[in-house]
């Protein structure tokens, strides 16, 4: 599989979850946010199953991206005055943290 079809659906699955989990929040059960947070679990079963072809340094992007799509929406909520989201609360720094770290064990490994 291309490195861009793995970066379309990263892209896919953790923004449609970020926005899902937003909009369900705003507006209390909607069907489309339950619709996107499901989507984004196709999303992310697609991608998990080309793990075997994964670049090396897909996984750094993943979890980096997914960490900041996760700390960006829960700024959104709490910004506007909407709360907190426990998903994003919990999983944004620890998904940003080991994005950032896998990234830089890459590099200094590089280095040597």
């Not at 998990?48 to 993943?62: G, L």
């Not at 959104?76 to 909407?82: F, R, V």
């Not at 998903?87 to 940003?96: H, R």
């Amino acid at each position: 599989m291309k490195a861009g079809a793995l970066v379309l659906y990263e892209l896919c699955w953790a923004l449609l979850f970020t926005v899902g989990i937003v909009r369900e929040s705003v507006l209390d059960g909607d069907f489309l946010a339950g619709l996107m947070v499901g989507m984004s679990f196709g999303f992310s079963a697609l991608t998990v199953r080309e793990r075997d072809v994964w670049p090396s340094w897909f996984q750094s992007f993943a979890t980096t991206f997914s960490g900041a799509s996760f700390l960006s929406g829960q700024w959104w909520l709490a910004s506007n005055g909407k709360g907190w989201q426990p998903v994003f609360i919990s999983f944004g720094p620890g998904f940003l943290f080991m994005g950032l770290y896998s990234f830089i064990k890459h590099r200094l490994a590089a280095r040597t």
